[in-house]
Antibody, heavy 127, light 108 residues
């Protein structure tokens, strides 16, 4: 059974830093891309970042680029999100998700599949 | 455009058919993925690709696309289908993932 367990959330002041973790089990972590998606209270889903299988390619939403860093440790089956210079608008429930990257083939393009999600960890940025 | 647009709310009578749409320029190139999110729970992937359902997703859910619009159809809506639905796609550059704003489905 695939399990994703996020941790590391909390309450902190604007400008602060935080590192989220996502412990993965039940699948071969080293063969899947991984993503972070967040959801502000009462709002919709917002993609944050994706990391490739090998970790050599990373992608970020414009809203977090330059402040957040995604990484992975295959030896620990763990995904991370280092969040710096946090803002009030970063307040959200942060989900990690097992990801099958989108691709194009035969004239068609297929979107990323986030096929398993954790239950999320809450980050609150407030003074 | 780097946006996916969904109607905020849609309603359907119990047992009837409803279609939830998602519009965006990137959908001219990409098949969308669809997610269902029930209150207090993580999203669940329900449709991907041309019209593929992960294991365990009822066959009353189906997907289609035309030009810049992706559609999620529920044939014979059930009470438990009353919840939020999100479409997703890569953007036109291919480097970012987009989510639509979500559609809240009410089953009357």
């Amino acid at each position: 059974e695939v399990q994703l367990l996020e941790s590391g959330g909390g309450l902190l002041q604007p400008g602060g830093s935080l590192r989220l973790s996502c412990a993965a089990s039940g699948f071969t972590f080293s063969t899947y891309a991984m993503s972070w998606v967040r959801q502000a209270p009462g709002k919709g889903l917002e993609w944050v970042s994706t990391i490739s299988v090998s970790g050599d390619k990373t992608y970020y939403a414009d809203s977090v680029k330059g402040r957040f860093t995604i990484s992975r440790d295959t030896s620990k089956n763990t995904l991370y999100l280092q969040m710096n210079r946090l803002r009030a608008e970063d307040t959200a429930l942060y989900y990690c998700a097992k990801t099958q990257l989108g691709y194009c083939s035969g004239g068609y393009c297929y979107s990323d599949l986030l096929d398993y999600w954790g239950q999320g960890t809450l980050v609150t940025v407030s003074s | 455009s780097s946006e996916l647009t969904q109607d905020p709310a849609v309603s359907v009578a119990l047992g009837q058919t409803v279609t939830i749409t998602c519009q965006g320029d990137s959908l001219r190139s990409y098949y969308a993925s669809w997610y269902q999110q029930k209150p207090g729970q993580a999203p669940v992937l329900i449709i991907h690709g041309k019209n593929n359902r992960p294991s365990g997703i009822p066959d009353r859910f189906s997907g289609s696309s035309s030009r810049n619009t992706a559609s999620l159809t529920i044939t014979g809506a059930q009470a438990e289908d009353e919840t939020d639905y999100y479409c997703s796609s890569r953007d036109s550059s291919g480097d970012h993932v987009l989510f639509g704003g979500g559609t809240k489905l009410t089953v009357l």
